[in-house]
């Protein structure tokens, strides 16, 4: 897959290395919202092949949690306690505040997904342990 098509329409963006630590593999991260002119965070994510992000909570006292709208590749979505979803171009997930989730693309494919935050009072994000490659393998 190109580079271009790799983060679909709104491109791959740069190497997420804010975040580097919470996640297995290589994503990358392109900003479509200003965060300094709007509460409504918007952001293209992008996930090599067999990379995820750890588990992580979304913690909020009122409103927030996240949207997640998937836009090229395959991947995966996963709260605790469920079966992993498989995520396409067009699929949406909405994962309501204080709910232990992760997401990533699927082993052999690049994935990426608009991720949307959504503005609440009192949220924070509570990243926890790596999906190890056991539970991930088992996907298949």
Known sequence: MSEEKRGGVFGIGEPNVAFA??????????PLTDSSK???????????????????????????GQVLICVAGEGWYQEEGKEARR?????????????????GASADQW????????PGEETSTTWCETVSDEEYNSLW
């Open 21 to 30: 630590k919470y996640f297995i593999g290589n994503s990358y991260l392109n």
């Open 38 to 64: 709007t509460s409504l965070v918007i952001a293209n994510v992008t996930f090599e092949p067999g990379c995820r992000n750890n588990w992580h909570i979304h913690q909020a006292e009122k409103g927030g």
């Open 87 to 103: 995520l396409r171009p067009g699929d949406v997930v909405s994962i309501p505040p204080n709910v232990k989730h992760w997401h």
């Open 111 to 118: 994935f990426s997904h608009l991720a949307v935050e959504v």
